[in-house]
Nanobody, 125 residues
Framework: QVQLVESGGGLVQAGDSLRLSCAAS????????MGWFRQAPGKEREFVAA???????YYADSVKGRFTISRDNAKNTVYLQMNSLKPEDTAVYYC???????????????????WGQGTQVTVSS
């Protein structure tokens, strides 16, 4: 069992930066692939970024070049650095953990086993 707690959300202006953190419980954090997803009001949850146990990464086209996912296995924490934020980035951001031994990094929410409670990011224009 893994518990995930996100932090770092807030209200910013377009063009600003934010760094989200996701702290995980448990001693097996380094064995999980980790992902960030987001959900805007009235929309489905969408993939943002993922990072493999080996630290290879995968991004949604909408955030590529602006967002960076990273992890610190010693701190059981995964990060999402968000730069050049846009109003369309406004959403609740969720951290997720995938314990499956996949050969690929998943962008599909149902393939993730554990979820945090989410943190709100609001970008004003």
């Amino acid at each position: 069992q893994v518990q995930l707690v996100e932090s770092g959300g807030g209200l910013v202006q377009a063009g600003d930066s934010l760094r989200l953190s996701c702290a995980a419980s448990g001693r097996t954090f380094s064995s999980y692939d980790m992902g960030w997803f987001r959900q805007a009001p009235g929309k489905e949850r969408e993939f943002v970024a993922a990072i493999r146990r080996s630290t290879s990464t995968y991004y949604a086209d909408s955030v590529k070049g602006r967002f960076t996912i990273s992890r610190d296995n010693a701190k059981n924490t995964v990060y999402l650095q968000m730069n050049s934020l846009k109003p369309e980035d406004t959403a609740v951001y969720y951290c997720a953990a995938d314990r499956g031994s996949r050969w690929y990094l998943s962008s599909t929410p149902h393939e993730y086993d554990y979820w945090g409670q989410g943190t709100q990011v609001t970008v004003s224009s």
